[in-house]
């Protein structure tokens, strides 16, 4: 079981960037599928997720409205859009799987792929 992220990158503020994550070994669609970052000095935070065998997500209040959530079936692959990003939004990204329902609490997330970096300059 393994996730892969895509590279991160440097953006302006205002910009937009895509991340995905992308699974082997395992069916994505079967598994809600969670993004993650961690700020400098700060603790690691739910960003968004999408619920298995659906199309349901939710996302952080500091993100409503810039990200979304998708998954490509076909290419087991879950993509964070990130548009109108903002300084803050600047971190290191995760995407994680867990086999239950929705939630944006990492604790309840098993596998874990490689964080990315997003910086987003001013």
């Known amino acids: 079981v393994q996730l892969q992220a895509s590279e991160g990158g440097l953006v302006q503020a205002g910009g937009s960037l895509r991340l995905s994550c992308a699974a082997s070994?395992?069916?994505?669609?079967?598994?809600?599928i969670g993004w993650f970052r961690q700020a400098p000095g700060k603790e690691r935070e739910g960003v968004s997720c999408?619920?298995?065998?659906?199309?349901?997500?939710r996302y952080a209040d500091s993100v409503k409205g810039r990200f979304t959530t998708s998954r490509d079936v076909a290419k087991n692959t879950v993509y964070l859009q990130m548009d109108s990003l903002k300084t803050e939004d600047t971190a290191v990204y995760y995407c994680?799987?867990?086999?239950?329902?929705?939630?944006?609490?990492?604790?309840?997330?098993?596998?874990w792929g490689q964080g990315t970096k997003v910086t987003v300059s001013s």
């Open positions: 999408i619920s298995r065998v659906s199309t349901n997500t």
């Open positions: 994680a799987a867990r086999a239950g329902m929705a939630t944006m609490d990492l604790l309840y997330y098993k596998y």
């Open positions: 070994g395992f069916d994505l669609y079967r598994h809600t």
